[in-house]
């Protein structure tokens, strides 16, 4: 698995037809608030064209790219925590992801009702952030209260976590998230095990209107401040374009685009943005059988990506042979490229590189 994420929003802001666009999964969409009642989950392939490229070269049977796990709740509504709407209940279904996706409408049409009457985006943006505040100190003191008779008892470890507990719930009370708190080390070990939600990167997906691509109204730059002001990223779409762009099929799609002025779909850049929020990266394995990404974290070592394809390669590792997938395509073969000296020999210390094609050697 490549990338989980988790998308959240308020009802009606365009979140399952971001969904649908995304994994083509046909997930339900209307105009009325909470359709979405049970969570849709959908896994689709991150498209690369630079594994295409590769597969080409090497003439592989099969083309694996890395997956994206997307996990879409019901719309979150002012009160969610105390019961409003359908409650907080489905925030559990996407504690488990990395990443939050949190949908913002940016649009004005009066046949999609609004749950606050008016399109403002930084309300919108304050609202779902305090319901997930209010879930995590729910979750927080939950935990405080298991390890409270331990801390005061005097056992260090739970005194640790108590006090690790304690500056989170400083940091709720005074409405930060928790990805922006200066947690130490021994701190954020604690933290990381409840899989709080504001500790979760957020990528803000501004959803207009096919008309407004391209512009910069007042309620984009709203997101933007927010986004800035909290610590996270925003990607621009039009979640109605981008789910009529995934109907088409691909030569169709590649000449919409091109009439829209368009280089690529709107998801594609969420994606990479989705994988620079978390410092992730991919590499490559090539072969006849198979061409196939990988995702590993920025700055993994060779033996642990190794690892990522079978635990026997991290435990046996002997070098790592690497080229970049960009040097790779310029040559007929992998073996002219080995002739021309393009293909390094990289020991345990190699840090991999985004685009990197690697064979692993290894001991059995």
């Known amino acids: 698995m490549g990338l989980s994420v988790g998308i959240v929003g308020l009802p009606n802001v365009g979140k399952s037809t971001i969904f649908n666009a995304l994994t083509a999964a046909g997930a339900q969409s209307a105009n009325y608030p909470f359709c979405t009642i049970e969570p849709n989950v959908g896994v689709v392939p991150v498209v690369d064209r630079r594994l295409d490229k590769l597969a080409k070269t090497a003439r592989s049977l099969d083309t694996i790219y890395t997956d994206l796990r997307v996990v879409d709740i019901a719309g979150l509504v002012r009160g969610a925590s105390k019961g409003e709407g359908l409650g907080n209940q489905f925030l559990a279904n996407i504690r488990e992801t990395e990443a939050l996706l949190h949908v913002v409408r940016c649009f004005d049409d009066p046949d999609v009702i609004h749950v606050e009457h008016t399109v403002d985006p930084a ?74 939600l504001t500790m979760k990167p957020v990528l803000y997906v501004a959803n207009v209107s096919e008309d407004a691509l391209g512009t910069e ?66 590499f490559f394995t090539v072969g006849p059988k198979e061409a196939r990404a990988w995702t590993i974290n920025r700055g993994t070592k060779a033996p642990q990506a190794a690892g990522k394809i079978h635990s026997d390669f991290e435990r046996g590792f002997i070098r790592a042979e690497t080229i970049h997938c960009d040097t790779y395509v310029e040559f007929p073969s992998e073996t002219a490229a080995r002739a021309a000296g393009k293909i390094r020999s990289e020991g345990k210390e190699y840090q991999v590189q985004d685009g990197d094609v690697i064979l692993f050697r290894f001991n059995v």
Do not use: C, H, W
């Open 217 to 282: 109204s007042p309620a984009l730059a709203a997101v933007r401040k927010a986004a800035a002001e909290k610590g996270g990223e925003v990607v621009v779409l039009a979640g109605d374009l981008e789910a009529q762009i995934v109907e088409l099929e691909p030569a169709d799609r590649e000449e919409f685009l091109r009439e829209m002025g368009l280089e690529e779909p709107g998801l594609q850049t969420l994606i990479r943005a989705a994988y620079r929020l978390l410092d992730f990266e991919t």
């Open 123 to 196: 309300r919108d943006i304050e609202i779902i952030e305090t319901e997930l505040l209010l879930a995590d100190l729910e979750a927080v003191t939950r935990r405080m209260d298991r390890v409270g008779k331990l801390a005061r008892a005097g056992q260090k470890d739970a005194q640790l976590i108590q006090r690790s507990l304690e500056k989170a719930v400083s940091a709720i009370d005074a409405g930060n998230p928790l990805r922006a708190v200066d947690f130490s080390d021994e701190e954020l070990e604690v933290i990381q095990e409840i899989n709080l």
